[in-house]
Every structure is written in structure tokens, then in C-alpha cells.
């Protein structure tokens, strides 16, 4: 990736509260890079860290060192009034929509255009576009009181869009509606990625919201960024522990009841993880016919990620120790991700 492809850049970025004697450090030499259009997640526990990066990424809170590259422009070194004005190009998207309570919908989306003295006419027109976006038009006139939590975050998106920024941030944005709800969230956003390339930015503590738009994903534990990567990758190969309780479709080593079974019985206990193509060809039975050996389903899921589908299984297989490694080896060519977590 050349520079120019880069939207957000965070370099050894730290940040420390400190409330007299007690000092919490809340970020630990954070470095990510986002590209222009892409939507990128950052996941975690609470308490991670997740908001106080936000905060870092639009300068609401002043990292202790570090750089906040945007656009290919540090806004840790800028004065205040250029950061009022970068601030403008990035839409914030919140957890509990922070909406005008006492103003319109309409109102709530021309807000931000009026602050940057938008004509009238041209706020009436801007208004009724992100009305249509959102799906919203016939809502135009009524109060947050009146609608959905649905239709609350749509307002919440279409102020966020309003002065048309390079990037969004979606703090916990579905993380109070239900699931149904959370999806059509989620599609609109994607969709409004896709139609007005805007670079997205996630933060949620929920796996699924991760699968369901993001093309990459930092996982953020106790204030340090302990993997990042495609989400699809890391889904399919988690490296760290933090990683696996979130990504892992069978937590094999944690699940009781492979384990008893395991013990139980001869034979070796591998996950093995398919990929979009190598999910429909017929692997496991090939591996069967050619190298004389017996596989038996213990567990199985499969996932429908962003843009492929990842299936997992885990597999008791008996044999002749020679055939055995011959067939994780086959498995192993054919780009299965093979995982041997038990072996009498
Ligand atoms: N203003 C503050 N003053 C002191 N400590 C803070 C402040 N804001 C956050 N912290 C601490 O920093 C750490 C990270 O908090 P942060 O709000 O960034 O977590 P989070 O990942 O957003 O959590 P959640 O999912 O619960 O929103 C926590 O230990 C928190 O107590
Ligand atoms: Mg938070």
C-alpha cells in the first residue's frame, strides 16, 4: 500500500489516565493503519481500551506520545482551530445516538451543516438526500421520542454523513438494538461505505459485527493491539488467546465434552477449518478412500463471514500412524488449516 492509500495511520501511540496516585494506561503503542475505503473493526473486551482509541483518533483526548496520521496529515502537531476543522471530517456514530431530544429529525441532521453555515436552501436539500439514504423521509418532522432505536441510529448516521466526511466511527453502534435491527444497521452502513467511499471505522465488543461488514480487524486486550489482520484470517487462525475467545467458532481446547470424548476413545483429534472454495470438495472423503483411514464428526459449524464461508470440523481419525500424517498432510496441501488438539 503507497501512502496515499492510507485514510488513518496510529503510530506508538500511548495513553494514560492518572487521577492522583492511581493511573490507568489505557493504550499501549497502538499502531494500525486503515485504508481509504476499507471497514475496518477494532474489537475487545470492555475496558480494553476501545472508546479511549476513539478519542485518540479524533483528538477529543490527547495522546501522552504517539502520532494520529489523517489523510496523510499528523493532528497531534496541529493547532486548534485546524483540528476543529479536521474534526469535521470525521462522522461520529454513537452507542446511544446522542440525539437532539427537542429538535425534528430533520433538526437533528441539518444540525451539523448549520455549525458550517450551510445556506438554508442548500441544508433543505442536503436534508431530503440523507433522508432518502437513511429511509427515512417520512420522518422528516418528528421527534426522537417517536422513533425506533432502529430509526433513532438511522437519524444518528444521516447527521453523521451530513457534511460528507473521509471517515465514520461507530462506537458500539448496534450494541443497544436487537439483532434483526443490528443487521439493517450494519447493511446501511455498508452500504453507505460503498456508495459515498467513505472509510468506516467499528468499534465493538460483539464478534458478529466484525463478521457481518469488516475487511480487517484489530483486537485490542488491556490496551495493546495483540493482533490485526484480515478478519477471515484471523477468524480462520487465530494467534493469540484474546483472538481465539472471539474468533474461534469451536473453542476445541475449552469445549468439555470433545475432551471426555477424546480421552475416551483412540485415535487423533484434529480441527480442521475450510475456506470458501475448499469448504464444497470432498476432502475428508477423499482423505478416507486414499489413505485408509477413519474420520469421525465430533463437532461442526460453519460461518458465513463477509465474503466467504468458513467451516469448521473436528474430526476423531483412526488409523495407522503413517496413514494418519499422510492424510493431515493431504488435508494440509489442499489449504486446510489442520490442528491437532488430542492424540491418545
Ligand atoms: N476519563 C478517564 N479517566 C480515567 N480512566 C479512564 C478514563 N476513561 C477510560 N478510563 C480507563 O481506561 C481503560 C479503557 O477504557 P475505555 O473506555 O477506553 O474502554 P472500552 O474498551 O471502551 O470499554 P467499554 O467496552 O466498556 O466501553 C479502563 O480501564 C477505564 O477505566
Ligand atoms: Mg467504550
Known sequence: MTVQNKMVEIKNLYKTYSDGETKVEALKDINIEIYKGEIFGIIGLSGAGKSSLVRCINLLEVPDKGQVIINGKDITKISKSELRKERKNIGMIFQH???LMNSTVYENIAFPLKLIKTPKDKIEKR???LLEIVGLTDKKDVYPSQLSGGQKQRVGIARAIATEPDIIMCDEATSALDPETTKSILSLIKEINQKLKVTVIIITHEMEVIKAVCDRVAVLDKGWIVESGSVTDIYVNPRT????????SIDTKLDNRVYQTALKEPGVIISAVFRGETSTDPYIS???????VEAAILLGNIQSMENMLVGTLVLRINGKKENIEKALKYLKDNDVIVEVIGDD
Open 286 to 292: 477423499n482423505m478416507i478412500k486414499n489413505y485408509d
Open 97 to 99: 445516538f446522542n440525539l
Open 241 to 248: 488467546i484474546t483472538s481465539r475467545k472471539f474468533f474461534k
Open 127 to 129: 436534508v431530503g438526500e
